[in-house]
């Protein structure tokens, strides 16, 4: 009976929307925790139960590792080990995963799996206590595990969305007396706090601080210079930043002054910068004298003039679209870079000594573009979760990955809003509920639709009972085969 | 298993059919209606049916003698 689980809970507004997705959702994290906290009790409490058992019988009091951080992340996108997001799957761990039958035995006697990762866990745990614990014993650490891990489960008919949507908007309005807008990150601005968490939801195509974490490989990684190599060829470098001073000349013609301490800084020749500019096809000539280029247009018109100016200002020498500026950091005994503006895909394929799989962007739209959906699944909940812990809110990472889910269910990303998950919900009455009533009401009648009354809005309007908690269960009076 | 929702809902059902009349099935200790209902689905005698349905449209009728057996306590 355990597959049957009933989930047919379904939209309401952005909250009950995730009730339908919820209500399959296994909670993984919270009970590993849980259950390790139990299982941890129970060695003990049978430990010291046996007299002859050595005093010192209960788990070691080592520090105990992450509950997911050894088995790192599920998508290209780095997770770095600090969060742990419960995104990790057994599949890494199991081949590490010692031989213990006896798990088994006792976990195939129950008629719900547990996930792989949890049993896994629990073997490595027991492993070693293989001598302490006699065979009893064992089995009701195992058994403890299996009913708190059940007891954790969410229960098929619960308002698992609209418990997700309430969770993360009440730390919300803390956030908006506490925060900052701004928190300086050395030199580099990164939108933090209330801001960026609307920007998260909002699934904005272009972050306003986007910024990037780039590592690098093993051979510059411990190098300041080779790192120094790497930031100069991503920082973008105009004409602009060379330039010491532009003159306006007669009618026609105007000289830039280059700056060559600048120039020999950023590694560039001031007749390639001739030549970039030569390059822009403008009609007219470009000469080098000395530090100086000297542009003469052909055209006399002012307005024309001007503005091929500012092309040339503008004209990138070096680097990658987009990334303003490179800082590079030292974490540990490696240099990291991290970047103001973000250009993931050209960091990906074209910059060498950097290690691309732990390449880093906030910007969550290119990393679906680049990464694919289930990467800007992750991004989603680890920026969102960041924020959220930044700020001191201890927020359930499992209401992050509802919504998360929610956003990138369709394949692409949709906010929450009324360009996205609340805008797009199939239902008419809980549109029109939603904004601008008359509209939907008026449009869905023109084109026909039909509303099939299936999650809680519809229902309340219509003066249903909601299928939700006790309104989702179907009961019959009926005397069939097997029962009463 | 009976999810708390079920269980709730199973109750009050039965617990509405008391209170206007219905005969309880067995022989229950219990004073009001509700006290009935309760005993009466711990005891397992219920005629009733619970309706899960998946996500994906389909669906099984379960007694609710078997939903009731491996309740844990």
Known sequence: MTKRQTAHAEADDAGADVAAAGAKTEKPAKTVVASKRRVKEAASASASAKPNAPKNASPSRAKKPKAAGATGGEAPVPLEPTPDLGLAQGRASKARQPDMPLVDEVLARHDRRLPEMLVSQLKAKLAPLKEKLNEEQMVTVVEETYSSYIKALIEPGEAAGTVAAQSVGEPGTQMTLRTFHYAGVRELNVTLGLPRLIEIVDARRLPSTPTMTIYLDDEHKRDLTKAKDIASNIETVTVENVAKSIGYEMLNNFTIEVDAEMCEDKLIDINYIAKSIEKLKIPGKVSVEGNTITVEPETTDRAKIKRIRERIMDLRLKGLKGIKRVVIEKKGDEYLLRTDGSNLAQVIENVKGIDRRKVYTNNISEIAEVLGIEAARSAIIREAFEVLDQQGLDVDVRHVILIADLMTSTGKIRQIGRHGVSGEKSSVLARAAFEVTVKHLLDAASHGEEDRLEGVTENVIVGQPIPLGTGIVELFMRFSKEGT | ?73
């Open chain 2, 1 to 73: 298993m009976l999810t708390r929702f079920e269980r709730a809902r199973v109750i009050g059902a039965r617990a509405l059919q008391i209170s206007m009349g219905a005969p309880p099935i067995v022989e229950v200790p219990g004073r009001t209606p509700l006290e009935i209902a309760t005993n009466e689905l711990n005891a397992g005698v219920l005629p009733m049916t619970i309706r899960r349905r998946l996500p994906n449209g389909k669906h099984q009728d379960i007694p609710l003698k078997w939903l009731i057996k491996n309740q844990p306590n």
